[in-house]
């Protein structure tokens, strides 16, 4: 009997699809939920990874009921897109748009509604896009695959954030209710490590980010026709290996060393069960396809996220065949420098009338971010000033400056202050935008 009693143990520690509380030979159904959490078509590269991804889930076999998309969907068929209907990858990729679930897109994409898809509440999301949700159960595998702006502790979406507690909270509470065996999330966006700080290692959840929590995620594959960056590292790293991989016979820890490798401009990190990284990729995004012969080589021209929108004007400008669009570009130029400064202005306002003195703002302003405790007081305070002063989602400068909301929630003042503070602040701005 104590025979037995080992050897399922054993059998669940390397069977990637099955709950170690239930023993039995049903390998159980693929879900994935992808979600690309911006908008506007200097982000074209945020919807073209997302769409990526669903051909590599779809290609593999994981049929499109047990696919949620969230896309804004913006893009395809944007004015400025030259090649309309048709969203790419890679320089030299095929079209990757075509098929793509509109499962929630536009205003539907939200913190709120990822969450309730995310933890399968059906009824939360009747009249809402497809009303698709993640109804995963025991014996079922969930893939899960963000790519956006982010902060510390948060992830930005069109026209709000969610943050790391709230995200955390939503794994911990699919775990207790057995809503999968197993769970991968891959997670592209600046600081995108701090989201994953409290992920516990006993849930069956292994995560991985493209940065670490105190540095940018970067974007790649700038694309002189379209002028635009097609795609981030981290991400066309992992799906480019995906496209070319065995999928049912590479390990999540091989993908992961290959990622890490590859993207050499930030700190891949892993959280979570470290036991995991011996299931197969397949396990999760599908291992029905044949590889794929690896695409032809392209510069990445790869640069932090968040000098995206400067630096295509930049390209834009170098491009310009006339005098009056370089002056049209260069107004653009000088626009998006005023409006920076705008936010950092907000941001210091913010500070020295919060603290009692010159020195400590200073010091706040120039301190490297500091781990967030405070979590109270800075959720406030991100979610108050996004929705009164800048919106974060549409604003790459102003999330580069959260860490400064960060280090001045982790001083000694009242939380009640700080939001005051930036209510009146954000009251006297006129320049939001």
């Known amino acids: 009997m104590l025979f037995v009693s080992l050897l399922l143990v054993s059998l669940a520690s390397v069977n990637c699809r099955i709950f170690p509380e239930i023993q039995d030979d049903f390998e159980g159904k693929n879900w994935a939920l992808i979600v690309a959490g911006s908008n506007g078509w200097d982000n ?15 290609r593999n076999g994981i049929p499109d009921k047990q696919i949620v998309v969230m896309m804004y969907d ?7 897109n030259k090649r309309p209907g048709v969203i790419i990858n890679h320089p030299a990729g095929d079209d990757v748009y075509h098929g793509v679930p509109k499962d929630y897109n536009g205003e539907d994409v939200t913190p709120k509604n990822f ?3 995310l933890q399968g509440k059906k009824s939360a999301m009747a009249g809402i896009g497809s009303g698709k949700v993640i109804e995963s159960g025991p014996n079922d ?13 948060l992830i930005a979406f ?6 790391a507690k709230d995200l955390i909270t939503a794994l911990n509470s699919m775990y207790n209710a057995k809503q999968y065996a197993k769970l991968v999330f891959y997670l592209e966006a600046c600081e995108s490590g701090s989201m994953f700080k409290d992920l516990s290692s006993t849930i069956n959840i292994y995560a991985t980010s493209a940065a670490n929590g105190k540095e940018s995620s970067y974007a790649c594959y700038f694309d002189k026709t379209l002028e635009v960056y097609l795609g981030d590292l981290y991400s066309v790293k992992w799906m480019e290996d995906s496209d070319t991989e065995n999928l ?5 820890h091989k993908q992961y060393k290959i990622v890490r490798t590859e993207t050499n401009l930030s700190h891949v990190q892993e959280f979570g069960d470290m036991s995991m990284t011996k299931c197969k990729v397949g396990d999760f995004q599908g291992d029905e396809a044949k590889p794929l012969n690896p695409l032809p080589f392209a510069p990445l021209n790869a640069i932090p996220s968040p000098e995206v929108p400067m630096a295509i004007l930049y390209h834009k400008l170098e491009k310009a065949s006339s005098l009056e669009e370089m002056q049209k570009i260069r107004h653009k130029i000088e626009d998006m420098k005023r409006l920076n400064g705008n936010i950092h202005k907000t941001i210091e306002t913010i500070v020295s009338q919060s603290v009692k003195s010159e020195e400590d703002a200073d010091r706040i302003m120039q301190a490297e971010t500091k781990d967030i405790t405070d979590w109270n007081c800075y959720k406030q305070a991100t979610t108050k000033f996004s929705k009164q002063c800048y919106t974060l989602g549409q604003h790459d400068y102003a999330m580069t400056l959260m860490g400064v909301l960060v280090n001045l929630c982790e001083e ?12 009146k602040v954000c009251k006297l701005e006129t320049n939001k935008v």
Do not use: M
């Not at 990874?49 to 779809?58: E, F, G, R, T």
């Not at 913006?74 to 004015?79: G, P, Q, S, T, V």
């Not at 595998?141 to 502790?153: E, I, K, Q, S």
């Not at 069109?158 to 943050?163: A, K, V």
């Open 141 to 153: 595998n969930v893939f899960v695959y963000f790519t956006d702006h982010g902060a510390p502790g």
């Open 158 to 163: 069109p026209s709000e954030e969610l943050h």
């Open 74 to 80: 913006d893009i395809a068929n944007n004015e400025e």
């Open 115 to 117: 969450l309730n898809i």
């Open 44 to 58: 074209y590269r945020h919807q073209a990874d997302v769409c990526h991804a669903y051909q590599i889930l779809h």
């Open 248 to 252: 049912g016979k590479e390990s999540l």
């Open 412 to 423: 000694p003042i009242e939380t009640s202050i700080v939001l005051q503070t930036i209510d």
